[in-house]
């Protein structure tokens, strides 16, 4: 028998949570939910972009509903959440898309704190949104997270000690929860997002970026869209614990050294180093 194939249009008037959504991939993922008809809570520790997301969405024709939070203070996450039951009743998606990737530092470079705020962002926020919205989904038996990788997660990045072990725990947590919450009827994948433009590069440094990327270009947030609907919808109903990546082909390659944003002529000098700083800290 014939199977009707839904798509987006099994999206229409889900609950989704998209952290992150103030700007770049987290908003332009929010906006493209709204845009099928999905109630969106948008998450953003700036509470004007929060909003700023919510007015554009709104004035499309969407609904939304700005809920600001650190993600990584349980706290504010559990109440995140217990404003989005309170309007909508429920969760039905949530898009992990918070995280910090900066700032960019030597691991000679590092401190404990720089390393304790990019694990607590990245990695534990992705912790902290999943418990609370796996306990709402197991309860109505359904659900769908996306958490969100980096080709840093298999690959590494110079300077991006703490990001690309964040990523690597992402994979892992991903893989671990799709494990964990299948029986109850929850999906659990990422999304590995490439050399995504999220911040209006100059005209060079899309040029330098997107020349040695197989598909030709730098990519841009709108990019991640389609792949974040397509995991969510019922398409993709029987995939899980899976990392879909979205970057024009750049990790089917050696990578080019042209698009490495931080070169060895960038490494700290032995002699500026102060030696001192951390002893008796390990």
């Excluded at 332009?28 to 929060?50: G, H, L, M, Q, T």
């Excluded at 725990?169 to 999220?198: F, H, K």
Aim: net charge negative; charged share 20%; glycine share 12%.
């Amino acid at each position: 028998m014939l199977r009707t194939v839904t798509g987006a249009e099994s999206l229409a008037g889900k609950v989704v949570v998209v952290t992150g959504a103030g700007k770049g991939i987290g908003r332009a993922i929010a906006e493209r939910f709204a845009s099928v008809d999905s109630k969106v809570a948008v998450n953003d520790i700036d509470p004007d972009a929060a909003a700023a997301t919510v007015a554009a969405i709104e004035t499309d024709g969407g609904t939304a509903i700005a809920v600001p939070a650190d993600v990584s203070d349980s706290g504010q996450v559990a109440t995140m959440f217990d404003q989005v039951v309170q309007q909508w009743g429920t969760v039905d998606v949530l898009v992990n898309n918070a995280g910090l990737i900066g700032p960019m530092l030597h691991f000679l470079e590092a401190d404990e704190a720089w390393w304790r705020r990019i694990i607590d962002v990245n990695l534990t926020g992705h912790f902290l949104c999943c418990h609370r919205a796996a306990k709402i989904m197991a309860r109505q038996g359904k659900g769908v997270i996306i958490n969100m990788s980096s080709g840093g997660a298999t690959r590494s990045h110079r300077a991006f000690t703490a990001y690309d072990a964040s990523k690597g725990g992402i994979e892992a947590l991903t893989r671990a929860l799709a494990l964990d919450l299948g029986p109850y009827g929850i999906r659990v994948n990422a999304l590995m997002p490439g050399s995504i433009d999220t911040t209006g590069m100059d005209h060079d440094a899309r040029v330098l970026r997107g020349e040695n990327i197989p598909a030709g270009r730098i990519g841009e947030p709108f990019d991640m869209t389609g792949p974040a609907l397509f995991l969510a919808s019922d398409d993709a109903g029987y995939i899980t614990g899976d990392v879909i990546k979205v970057d024009g082909g750049m990790l089917s390659q050696q990578r080019s050294a042209t698009v490495d944003i931080h070169p060895p002529s960038r490494f700290p000098k032995l002699e500026d180093l102060d030696w001192y700083t951390d002893r008796g800290d390990s």
